[in-house]
């Protein structure tokens, strides 16, 4: 029993360079997000997607694009990473009405 | 949209000491209100909700929560803590099929 896995679990780029985030979920979620956690900022939702092919802006949408796949996947790209997007990324999904959120585990990105 | 606001981020008591995180919000709409918690590098796991019916609600690990709607609150309390409480604990609100989360209160338990 899976629940939400993110790929990879750390990673290290330099400034202008690319990278996609991957999700997966395996318990049939229609929303999937993806939130970024900063010090004393909690976590802000960066884009969401309430179900397969559509995707909608967060509180902090610049400098990122999604795509959600299929059902159960849901990428985060970065088309030219900067400092500023240092921090630990967490994707989740739900399925409908008031059930919770899933959590992966985060993905740690560095921008050098 | 909606927001949540979390006071005292920093907190430190002793074992056996009760606890008491305060989470107030804004909406327009019918909430469904949520704790997370953290534990140190690991993902938000789900500690309560609250959707209707009872406002005291119960959740894992001996953590309990009251809503009252007239506040806007909806506060976490445990009466007891125990070191494995250390964590960092998040007041969230579901509004349009999104959740708002507060910024945290990031709890030490000193044995």
């Known amino acids: 029993n899976a629940g939400v896995t993110q790929t990879p679990k750390f990673q290290v780029l330099k400034t202008g360079q690319s990278m996609t985030l991957q999700c997966a979920q395996d318990?049939?979620?229609?929303?999937m997000y993806w939130y970024r956690q900063d010090p004393g900022m909690g976590l802000r939702l960066i884009y969401y997607?309430?179900?397969?092919?559509?995707?909608d802006k967060g509180e902090v949408p610049n400098g990122y694009n999604v795509s959600r796949l299929n059902k159960r996947e849901f990428s985060l790209r970065l088309e030219s990473a900067a400092p500023s997007q240092t921090s630990v990324y967490f994707c989740?999904?739900?399925?409908?009405?008031?059930?919770?959120?899933?959590f992966g585990d985060g993905t740690r990105l560095s921008i050098l | 949209a909606q927001s949540v606001s979390q006071h005292n981020h920093h907190v430190i008591l002793s074992e056996a000491a009760s606890l008491e995180l305060g989470c107030n919000y804004s909406?327009?709409?019918?909430?469904?209100l949520f704790w997370y918690v953290q534990y140190p590098g690991q993902h938000l796991q789900l500690l309560l909700k609250?959707?209707?019916?009872?406002?005291l609600v119960k959740g894992i690990k001996g953590f309990e929560a009251e809503f009252i709607k007239s506040k806007f609150s909806f506060n976490l309390r445990k009466p007891s803590v125990q070191w494995s409480d250390t964590a960092e604990y998040f007041c969230?609100?579901?509004?349009?099929?999104?959740?708002?989360f507060g910024k945290g209160n990031q709890v030490v338990v000193i044995p």
């Open positions: 989740a999904s739900n399925g409908q009405g008031l059930e919770p959120q899933h």
């Open positions: 318990m049939n979620h229609n929303s």
């Open positions: 997607s309430a179900s397969e092919g559509t995707t």
């Open positions: 909406y327009g709409g019918t909430v469904n």
């Open positions: 609250y959707f209707s019916g009872d406002p």
């Open positions: 969230a609100v579901k509004g349009n099929n999104r959740l708002a």
